[in-house]
């Protein structure tokens, strides 16, 4: 009777490592079926060498290297860190939402390597990311039907996400979708505002309710209804995540089905220009990207990717690449003249524990004033912020955190709609970046008219997390089947921007 | 023939000596005047061949392959142009003298009387064509590409060299002319069988044959665009053209010797085909395309019957022109996009409308559409491999099916459907890449008027 085990491969640096259970049902050679603990610990009395094999084969090569004269020098120092010299499509960018398009791209090529696909991130540690310094917040309340829809899409997206990102042999993913909604808080000024939106939201099918202050209070006895005439609270689909589980999910899954993972700085394009002359004379450049300077980390080493396509998923910091193709720098009235509007704001997120506070079923909420606070786990920490005026804007160049900033804005307002506020005491505090577009604070998705083969997946101002699976998709979309099969997303094309007609979300903040 | 092989000796000194301007100038009209030199060995007797010395002849069977060949170098040279740009200009005289150098290799090769002179320019090939491979190749996977052909080849070619010099030590000559008449028949020994082992081998591992294609693949993507249209047009045929002139010395063995060959092209031309279908990278499909062709050209010279031998030849021809001329088109796409996807470049009908037209009609050639010459071959290939046995009629049928099947999937995906965004501003098509076009196509559709000239010694 041959003897079965259960077995756990392991991977570690040293390579595959087949190690077996403790705890095995064996049959040892002198007796029946028993479960037992393997008793000995010396070494394996039988021959258990095709067990080992791969141990053994590794330390045979070792010691046979070890023979041999001669270091284990090589004349041919490649640095193995250095992206291919060529790839089908670039993604600029490491996010969530560039790893949510590299996904995609693999999820819908119809073989297995029908695109080469490269993820460019220029810092491992994402200690700059939008994504992993976003308080991770998901809702459909917004009042364009393209943002709801969106959301939904990502949402259902989350709820099932092993079917989606789960990889064979690996531990299942676990967002910790907190569930719990946002609430809305509108004054007498804006509540005609909420209730269009409220319509608006139902339509596309997300699950919304009104609420009118008595029945805020019923629900939610430690908030202060002052002031507040009327509240949209999401019933499903809403809450908040762990950004960082879903950026790791979206990258371990792409790389399992073969996208290539490069650390280095995009600093250069090499590209061709076509000069096309309108019927007035002017002259237009179409520019046509060839091939994508990669530099490494810490280092002058470089190596030009050669690529059809390049996506622009680099968020805050999306600007400065369409600058190097000449976007922006042409004369004012022109195309050329017109920058992509996307630049980093920086935005406070504090930490406070107040062991009084709202408790377990406290929603995402978010006052008329613009200050927000959500539970963050269960221990009676909260998160909590408000988006600065535009007059006050901080300064960008660096990730402090103003603790002033909380004293005056945050705390106030927050003390005043939940009382037991009064006595919090802020723990810890980050900032974050913003990818703002300036124009109409909603995404840019869709080729750049200027630049042949660069699509645009950035400017999402602070709900580009929550929509990342449905734009990945959507921008996948956009590249191989040519256009938007499942959202129509056209009109969060760059033609917006060209024509000055915003997509402006009407917000009650 | 050394009217022939002078002047394109002379072409090298012509490539270092022109002024940097004039370097694709020159070297294209002097190559195709000096095709117009092989012109008069046209002027072929059937049964006999022109001998013009004691080291060179030409008959009905190398004159077609050696006027595809001369054809072939002005074309490299035009179609090389564009990813050449860059270079500096002795990179790019460097570039054309490895062409020419291995246009030499070829003429000598297809025209040699005695077999050793034919192995060692047939070895010789290989040296410019893996210069040019991993030299001047696409990506990192050259070198790899690179190795495998070599080794491949030269794995195979060896026992042929140890063949070739025991049949000069048995029969005394090795006269390509006299060896057909001097041979003696070979019995069925353990000796024998592995003298007809070693012949063939050389040429199966060329050609390629299904179990040894790997090299393939790799060499033909990996190659710059001269690269692959030569190791398509030619190099292959090298392979076909060897095995026509050393099955006549290996009588009578090969009736049961070739059954294993035989299976493995029957069985690997489906094979391949199928793989076709599969594929995302253009140049791949191509590439295995080129297997699944010559896997019947395997089948037709192992069956050694008239009409196979008239068969192979002129599938030869017609596969060198047809996939040189898909490698071209391809290549022309990749210098718009930069990706050899198939997927990132679609509907490219509506963009470039007269390069559409050159794709139909490659693809329409590919897949044997009458009255073209590569039905004329097929056409006899199956013909005669159903005579030899009624039951391989399946097999052809189907390989002929998914011929049709993947090479109208490779032309509907690049040319119909509605085109992918980023390719709304690709540069028109050159005159140069039109010229191209036409100069592999106009060959291709005379011939389905005169096809006695390609169809071999047994016409």
Redesign the interface.
């Known amino acids: 009777m041959s003897a079965w085990r259960l077995r756990v491969k392991l991977r570690s640096a040293t390579g595959l490592l087949v190690s077996t259970r403790p705890t095995q049902r064996h049959t040892s050679p002198y007796g029946p079926l028993t479960l037992c603990r393997s008793l000995s610990t010396g070494s394996h009395l039988r021959n258990e060498f095709f067990k080992d094999l791969e141990a053994q084969l590794a330390a045979f090569r070792k010691k046979a290297a070890d023979a041999l004269p001669g270091s284990s020098w090589s004349p041919l120092q490649i640095n193995p860190n250095l992206p291919p010299e060529r790839a089908d499509i670039v993604i600029v960018g490491g996010g969530v939402l560039g790893w949510s398009i590299a996904y995609w791209l693999k999820q819908k090529e119809m073989v297995r390597g029908g695109v080469r696909v490269l993820v460019v991130e220029k810092d491992p540690t994402y200690s700059q990311a939008s994504t992993v310094l976003s308080a991770g917040g998901i809702r459909q309340q917004f009042s364009l039907l393209e943002n709801i829809h969106l959301s939904l899409a990502s949402a259902d997206f989350m709820r099932n996400i092993n079917e989606h990102l789960g990889v064979l042999n690996e531990d299942p993913v676990d967002l910790q979708f907190n569930q719990s909604g946002y609430l809305f808080l509108a004054s007498e000024e804006v509540a005609h505002i909420m209730e269009e939106n409220y319509s608006t939201q139902r339509y596309a099918g997300a699950k919304v309710s009104l609420l009118s202050p008595t029945q805020l209070k019923q629900k939610f006895p430690w908030l202060n209804t002052d002031g507040v005439v009327l509240a949209s609270y999401g019933l499903e689909n809403e809450g908040w995540f762990d950004p960082w589980t879903l950026l790791n999910a979206f990258r371990r899954k792409a790389i399992s089905m073969g996208v290539i993972q490069c650390c280095g700085e995009v600093t250069d394009f090499k590209y061709t220009t076509d000069v096309l002359r309108t019927a007035s004379g002017d002259t237009v450049d179409l520019k046509r990207i060839g091939s994508v300077k990669v530099q490494m980390p810490n280092s002058l080493e470089y190596q030009p990717v050669e690529c059809a396509i390049v996506v622009n998923a680099a968020g805050a910091f999306s600007g400065k690449l369409t600058e190097m193709l000449g976007i922006g720098s042409g004369p004012k009235d022109s195309i050329a003249g017109i920058p992509l509007p996307v630049e980093p704001r920086k935005r406070y997120v504090y930490v406070v524990h107040c062991p009084d506070g709202p408790g377990l079923d406290s929603p995402f909420l978010i006052d008329y004033s613009g200050v927000y606070f959500r539970r963050e786990g269960l221990g009676g920490n909260y998160i909590a912020g408000v988006s600065p005026e535009e007059a006050e804007e901080p300064d960008t160049s660096n990730l402090e955190v103003d603790y002033q900033f909380f004293e005056e804005k945050v705390w106030p307002c927050l003390a005043h709609r939940v009382p037991a506020f009064e006595k919090l005491k802020v723990t810890s505090a980050w900032a974050g970046f913003y990818d703002y577009n300036t124009f109409d604070q909603n995404g840019i998705i869709g080729i750049h008219p200027l630049i042949n083969n660069m699509y645009l997946a950035t400017g999402f101002s602070g709900h580009g997390l929550q929509h990342s699976p449905a734009v990945g998709r959507a921008v996948a979309e956009l590249i191989l089947d040519g256009n938007f099969k499942t959202i129509d997303l056209s009109n969060f094309s760059f033609r917006r921007i060209l024509t000055q007609e915003p997509m402006l979300e009407i917000n009650i903040v | 023939m050394l009217k022939i092989i002078i002047p394109t000796i002379m072409l090298i000194p012509l490539t270092w000596l022109s002024k940097n301007s004039m370097i694709w100038i020159n070297t294209t009209t002097h190559s195709l005047v000096i095709t117009l030199i092989s012109l008069p060995l046209l002027n072929q007797f059937n049964d006999n061949s022109l001998n013009l010395s004691t080291m060179y002849f030409s008959d009905s069977l190398s004159t077609p392959l050696l006027m595809l060949t001369m054809w072939l170098l002005p074309l490299m040279i035009i179609a090389s142009q564009f990813h050449l740009i860059k270079e500096s200009p002795t990179r790019k005289k460097l570039y054309i003298t490895m062409l020419i150098s291995l246009q030499i290799f070829l003429v000598m090769t297809f025209t040699a009387t005695e077999l050793i002179m034919f192995y060692i320019l047939f070895e010789a090939t290989l040296v410019p064509t893996l210069i040019i491979i991993t030299r001047w190749g ?3 996977e050259r070198l790899n590409a690179g190795l495998y052909f070599l080794f491949y080849t030269l794995v195979g070619s060896l026992p042929l060299l140890i063949a070739l010099i025991h049949l000069q030590n048995s029969t005394g000559s090795l006269n390509m002319l006299l060896a057909q008449y001097w041979s003696e028949p070979l019995k069925t020994s353990w000796s024998d069988t592995i003298l007809w082992l070693a012949c063939m081998m050389a040429f199966m591992v060329k050609m390629p044959l299904y179990g040894l294609h790997l090299w393939l693949p790799k060499a033909h993507v990996e190659a710059p665009i001269a690269g692959s249209m030569v190791l398509a047009a030619i190099l292959l045929k090298l392979g076909g053209y060897g095995m026509l002139r050393i099955t006549t010395m290996l009588t009578p063995i090969t009736s049961f010797m070739a059954y294993p060959f035989l299976m493995l092209s029957l069985w690997g031309m489906i094979m391949t085909s199928s793989i076709c279908l ?3 990278d253009l140049k791949s499909l191509i590439a295995y395309s080129s297997v699944s062709h010559m896997a019947l050209v395997i089948v037709a010279v192992l069956i050694q019957t008239p009409w196979s031998f008239m068969g192979a030849t002129a599938l030869m021809i017609a596969h060198g022109l047809t996939s040189s001329m898909l490698f071209c088109l391809a290549n022309s796409n990749y210098e718009r ?3 050899r ?1 198939m ?5 490219l009908q509506t963009m470039l409308p007269l390069m559409a037209a050159w794709w139909l009609l490659a693809s329409l050639t590919n897949l044997a559409l009458p009255p073209s010459i590569n039905l004329i071959g097929e056409l006899f290939v199956v013909m005669s491999t159903f005579s030899w046995s009624s039951i391989s009629i399946i097999l052809m049928g189907i390989n002929i099916v998914i011929t049709a099947l993947y090479s109208l999937y490779m032309l509907i995906m690049t040319q119909r ?9 690709l ?1 028109p098509s050159y005159t140069r890449e039109n010229t191209l076009m036409t100069m592999h196509l106009l060959p291709l559709l005379l011939l389905s008027i005169n096809p006695k000239i390609i169809l071999g010694t047994l016409y």
């Not at chain 2, 997927?343 to 509907?347: C, D, H, K, N, S």
């Not at chain 2, 459907?417 to 501003?425: D, L, R, V, Y």
Request: glycine letters at 12%; hydrophobic letters at 15%.
């Open positions: 696409g990506q990192t599969r594929q995302t996009t930069h990706s996807t997927i990132l470049a679609r509907g459907g509605k085109q992918t965004h980023h390719i709304n501003n540069p």
